[in-house]
């Protein structure tokens, strides 16, 4: 059987609009039956028109028959196209015998407007209310006609703030667009394709705005942090069969009107009078006389630049799981899951009647809702009804983080029905599935992804519930490769790191957080705990980690190429604050909420300058720079001599003597063998004395379990991750959990709730064991030296009590999986299957490892450290060997 093609991807999307890389990259997936099938060449066809692609004209590229496995990352290489530009193209591969597929499916994107001169239209908003602290939404509207014979229309829009497009009363526009960026810097555009929403004659676009970040609270760094009103940007083409053309732009002569939504912020909530609504204000009849002239903004000096990111919607809608009246008469609902988005609510009642709708993660021991960890943050709205039958609503510009639900106000008894939670976050497809035979580990894998699903939501935030949110660099690099297996994060990170470099300073220190929003000026904060720098280490460090695991995960070459002079930059900062290569200090937040250890900040500033540098000079070798390879690499080896001289004591002991210091120089290579020996033995024997329990904080955690099973201690990395006791990630479980808490103490049993100033149930950092999960325990790793999947590592580490794991991931190249079962009688067995076009590395863990059944393209390469290894193609095979009967990854590396 030949091989076939089962999609078409362009910059890692299906189907983009409005993009600005002038050279996309195009990929496909391939399916064959055939084991060991590879692609040996492929032609691809790019044409401006779908007629034009059926006569396969590829007037814009053809490729012509290219000799070459690759499938992922193809760089157009055809004529400059112009801002608007439809593209048009398919693509058929032949395989490893020569044989020609059938054309893939048409696949398509269009470019957005590549010139600001492509910009006609203006920003529009509506002019400021004397009095008040939150405004109104401003409702704008433009009714217009359309001649017969459109061939396109397409829809440019985005906003200074967030906005709502509706065109003839249908909502196009997902939530939150156009997304957080530093507007300072840049605002994102979306493209929209109208051409099935317009009809010949009367036609109206609408569109609600707000505050958004721009102009609302951002965190706890206030209100207008870039600007103190939203404004509104639109331009329309219309291109018609005859060859002619025409714009519709925001301008003077659009209408604005404030309407039912009285404020809307993403941190201090909704209201929303219902009594206020404009009937069917988006469409073509609606009078507007009444309405006024829009306030139109001089110009805007930042760039206007396609959206990378996937955007936000609504993934799920979840339903209360009980409720109940309290005994104020309010009715609270469970909706059984930690999550973030908003409610919908329904209701009947009397003209002017008032809902008051509150979320909350926990409930105080009394049953009511605990809202003390919010700080300034005010998750309610309030829905007055218009009194005319069944009312719905929904708030438009503002989310929350919550599990439970209290309604107050609420006219007669509302029923399970009457709430929904909907659940809303960035919408990266699902990459990762993991199962496994104990419960536990299963329910710590939900409250993993649901920790991200309620965290990355434009940028990767910290918490949705309290006064924060905000894009936390340190958090988002030790959980990248996680959050990568978990879903398809390629487009999410790409757009981040580009919030990274933007707010790179001119030292080349990278800032905490991205967007920065002000967080390096915020003198009330930093002054406060005398945190001055914006560079600390672990968190400046993402503007290398995350490029690079975009790399590994994703064969992503363009992200390093497009931002090493940023990585560059970050290093060489980095070398010239240090005192002989080591850095005294520059690591405010050390082991941020490690518990009951305290790790030097000299020691994790200098492990981390180490790791960027060594990451550097990987990435200058994937680069073909090979004088900067051979400078970063040698730089690496001194730093590495200095942290040994200068943390290291001849007796192994490590300075700070926490389980952090021990984790980051095992895994950053900064130990000679001899001390690496001790090192592991002194974190094993720190574990043991805290009765097998854990004291890392965000930046060891990571790395914890890694290390120990990279150092022959399999055995411990189990019992830790299987712990049930406090501190550990089982505890949380035990007691009600759904997500990842911010802290192993944000609640226990002698000492209730911790802190209110800081204590988020819905933080993912702590919840980046998931890359050891798929990466270990189900054997599923990245190769560097063939990236993106190309090919394959499984090597299974069975252990613990587990008698089963399953794992898939989808990969570039489509879906690996590596499933392992062990018997009563000790026998292991392992199914792989890889996808066409890639290999696998296969380790096979204990005594005469074998294959089951035919060995075509299956090739032995014999032991290494307790296991066989196999280079097996495309396929699915199944491994069979025996297993010792106990802690079968004991000692074993």
């Known amino acids: 059987m030949t091989l076939s093609i089962a999609s078409c991807t362009t910059e890692y999307a299906d189907r983009p609009l409005g993009l600005d890389v002038r050279k996309p990259r195009l990929g496909w997936k391939l399916v064959s039956g055939e084991r060991g099938a590879v692609q040996s060449a492929y032609r691809v066809v790019v044409a401006s028109s779908r007629e034009a692609l059926d006569r396969d004209e590829g007037d814009l590229w053809d490729s012509g028959i290219v000799a070459s496995r690759q499938s992922v990352n193809v760089v157009y290489e055809g004529i400059a196209l112009a801002s608007g530009q439809e593209c048009h193209w398919k693509v058929c591969v032949r395989d490893g015998k020569g044989r020609a597929s059938d054309w893939s499916e048409p696949a398509l994107w269009t470019m957005g407007l590549l010139e600001r001169g492509d910009w006609k239209a203006k920003w529009i908003g509506r002019k400021k209310e004397a009095g008040l602290e939150f405004q109104p939404c401003p409702y704008v509207r433009k009714a217009f006609k359309v001649r017969s014979g459109l061939r396109r229309a397409t829809a440019y829009a985005t906003a200074l703030g967030l906005y709502d497009l509706r065109v003839n009363g249908e909502r196009v526009s997902p939530p939150f667009a156009p997304g957080w960026t530093d507007y300072n810097v840049r605002v994102q555009t979306q493209a929209y394709d109208l051409t099935g929403l317009l009809q010949e004659g009367g036609n109206a676009l609408g569109a609600v705005v707000g505050d958004g970040w721009y102009a609302g609270t951002v965190g706890f760094l206030g209100r207008h942090v870039y600007g103190e009103r939203p404004f509104f940007l639109l331009q329309l083409h219309l291109e018609y069969e005859d060859g002619s053309f025409e714009r519709v732009c925001t301008d003077e002569s659009w209408r604005t009107a404030k309407g039912p939504i009285v404020y809307s912020d993403m941190i201090k909530g909704e209201a929303y009078d219902a009594r206020l609504e404009w009937e069917d204000w988006a469409l073509p009849g609606f009078d507007d006389l009444a309405w006024e ?70 409930l105080r021991p009394d049953g009511s809702l605990y809202l003390d960890n919010l700080r300034e943050a005010v998750q309610q709205e309030h829905y007055t009804l218009r009194g005319e039958g069944e009312e719905t609503y929904e708030p438009s510009f503002t989310f929350h983080g919550f599990r439970y639900v ?138 290398v980690i995350i490029p690079w695991t975009l790399y590994l995960m994703y064969g992503d070459v363009r992200v390093l190429e497009s931002n090493y002079g940023a990585m560059v930059r970050w290093v060489e900062y980095l070398r010239s604050t240090t005192d002989g290569l080591v850095r005294p200090g520059y690591a405010n937040y050390a082991d941020w ?144 959990a759904t997500t990842i808490w911010e802290r192993w103490d944000g609640w226990t049993e002698n000492g209730g709730f911790q802190t209110p100033s800081m204590n988020s149930f819905n933080h993912y950092s702590l919840g980046s064991v998931g890359e050891w999960m798929y990466r270990y325990m189900a054997g599923i790793e990245a190769d560097p030296s063939a990236p993106g999947f190309e090919r394959a590592v499984i090597r299974p580490r069975p252990g613990g009590d587990l008698k089963r794991v399953a794992a898939e991931y989808e990969t570039p190249y489509g879906t690996v999986a590596s499933a392992w079962s062990v018997g009563a009688d000790g026998s292991f067995r392992l199914q792989v299957s890889v996808p066409a076009n890639a290999s696998a590395v296969v380790h096979v863990p204990g005594a005469n490892p074998r294959l089951s059944g035919a060995a075509d393209g299956v090739e032995a390469f014999g032991v290494e450290a307790g296991a066989a290894r196999f280079l097996i193609g495309s396929g699915d095979y199944v491994f069979e060997s025996a297993v010792d009967g106990g802690d079968y990854g004991a000692g074993s590396a």
């Not at 009951?596 to 990987?618: C, H, I, Q, R, W």
Request: proline share 6%.
């Open 293 to 362: 002239t829009p306030d139109v903004r001089p110009g805007y000096n930042g760039l206007l630049t396609g959206t990378p990111e996937p955007p936000i919607r609504v993934t799920e809608t979840l339903r209360p799981v009980s409720v109940r009246r309290t005994d104020s008469g309010t009715y609270i609902f469970d909706m059984g899951q930690n999550m973030v988005g908003w409610t919908r609510l329904r209701a009947r009642g009397p003209r002017g009647a008032k809902v008051t709708v509150s979320h909350a993660e926990m």
């Open 406 to 543: 209290e309604v107050i106000g609420y006219p007669g008894e509302p029923g399970p029905d009457d709430i929904a939670g909907q659940v809303v976050h960035s919408d990266m497809p699902v990459s990762g599935k993991l199962e496994t035979s104990n419960p536990m580990i299963d329910k710590l894998y939900a409250n993993i992804t649901w920790g991200q699903r309620g965290n990355f939501l434009s940028v990767p935030t910290d918490c949705p519930q309290r006064d924060e949110r905000l894009g936390w660099t340190g958090d988002a690099q030790i959980f990248a490769r996680t959050a990568s297996y978990n879903m398809d994060a390629s487009r999410f990170f790409n757009k981040y790191v580009i919030d990274m470099i933007d707010c790179q300073q001119p030292s080349g220190a990278f800032t905490d957080v991205a967007p920065d929003a002000g967080w390096i000026r915020h003198k009330n904060w930093n002054t406060r705990l005398n945190w001055y720098a914006p560079d600390n280490s672990g968190w400046g460090d993402a503007g």
């Open 593 to 736: 909420l490690s518990i009951g250890a305290d790790t030097p900040n000299e020691v994790l500033a200098t492990a981390y300058f180490a790791y960027g540098t060594k990451l550097l000079a990987s990435i200058a070798g994937v680069l073909g720079k090979r004088e900067d390879e051979a400078v970063y690499g040698e730089l690496f080896g001194r730093i590495a001599e200095a942290f040994r001289s200068a943390f290291v004591g001849e007796d192994g002991r490590i300075f700070g003597d926490t389980q952090t210091v021990y984790v980051l120089a095992l895994q950053f290579g900064l130990l000679t063998e001899e001390q690496r020996a001790a090192a592991v033995g002194r974190l094993v024997a720190d574990i043991e004395s805290r009765g097998n329990r854990l004291s890392t904080g965000f930046l060891g955690v990571g790395y914890l379990l890694p290390s120990l099973t990279d150092n022959g201690r399999l055995d411990v990395a189990y019992r830790l991750l299987l712990q049930e006791e406090f501190p550990s990630w089982m505890y949380s479980i035990k007691h009600g």
